[in-house]
């Protein structure tokens, strides 16, 4: 059975690094179809005029300027912001998905970037019966936006008024990442162009396989940096409850390094938190099985010896891809 076209979607503010990603992905995979919705809001420009439109014909970071009855935000800024940014990118989504309507019936692969790539405004289901569809939202700390802003900005020639706006792209990746959370997109925080690709491949086309560990709580550190390092996810985690037939299973999706420090630190210093966790892992005789994806047999492979050198392997299954 043939597989679907690919339709992988990646949506971040300006200055995140989703157009290098994009790029980098769409080689990887040998897709020839990749669009900027830039280039899509400059059709829709063409169409609609500013009289009907204005916050069309304003940049997503500084269409809240002109938008309507904007003095009901009152001291409000973000939401004022946020505002904006959604009635902009309104205006382009729906030649968005006419796009990936003409992809998807004429079979073509294809990868969409850009910042009007907005969760819950776009609809990206009604695809899923003929295509596989993958969307993405890519985020980074502060320092690291405001860092890779500036040089964007400059590269093309962009700096001065442009330069002023980062606070207004800052609210923009907010609501970018909440509205991905809300409609359980994935969210990557780019760190690097390789080991972002790698965690988006794993989802795209991952090589699974279900591993048994044994291993403690005072563990899980040394677990998730060996996973981590491949650039693997943890899909789920199946807990063998000493008095239960099945095991109680929690789908986790472990593959961001923020998400592990955050979870690792809260391990740390809540120490109710830990010790809930060190009795279930006491009831499960610290043994549990993880559903483990990496982007290739190679990755997996390596992830599976590492584990078993650090002496937490327990057995492992047969390879399947995910």
Known sequence: MARKPYVILIGSASGIGKSTIASELAK????????ETDFIREIVRGIIGPEFAPALHRSSFDAYVIIRGKERYGEDTKSLISAGFEEHA????????????????????????????????????????????????????????????????????????????????????????????????TVINNLDI????????????????FVMLNNTVEDIGSVTETILKYGGR??????????????????????DPYD??????????????????????????????????????????????ELDEKGFLVKENKISNN
Do not use: W
């Open 28 to 35: 990887t995979l040998g897709i020839i179809h990749l669009i």
């Open 90 to 185: 309104s205006f382009v989504i729906p030649a968005i998905e006419k796009v990936i309507k003409r992809a998807v019936d004429d079979y073509n692969d294809i990868v969409i970037e850009g910042v009007h790539l907005v969760p819950g405004l776009i609809n990206a289901k009604q695809f899923e019966t003929d295509a596989s569809i993958h969307f993405f939202v890519l985020t980074a700390d502060e320092e690291i936006h405001m860092e890779r802003f500036v040089k964007r900005a400059m590269k093309i020639k962009r700096g001065g008024k442009h330069l002023e706006y980062f606070n207004e792209n800052r609210v923009i990746n907010d609501v970018l990442v909440k509205s991905a959370k809300e409609h359980d997109i």
């Open 234 to 255: 943890v899909v789920d985690i199946s807990y063998y409850l000493r008095g239960f037939r099945e095991p109680v299973k929690r789908k986790v999706n472990i593959f």
């Open 194 to 209: 390789d080991s972002t690709v790698k965690r988006m491949l794993t989802v795209i086309r991952g090589i699974c396989s």
């Open 260 to 305: 592990v420090k955050r979870f690792l630190n809260s391990i740390a210093t809540n120490p109710d938190r830990k010790k809930d966790l060190e009795e279930l892992y006491k009831l499960s005789d610290n043994i549990h099985e993880i559903e483990l994806c990496t982007s290739d047999e190679e990755s997996l492979e390596k992830t599976i010896k």
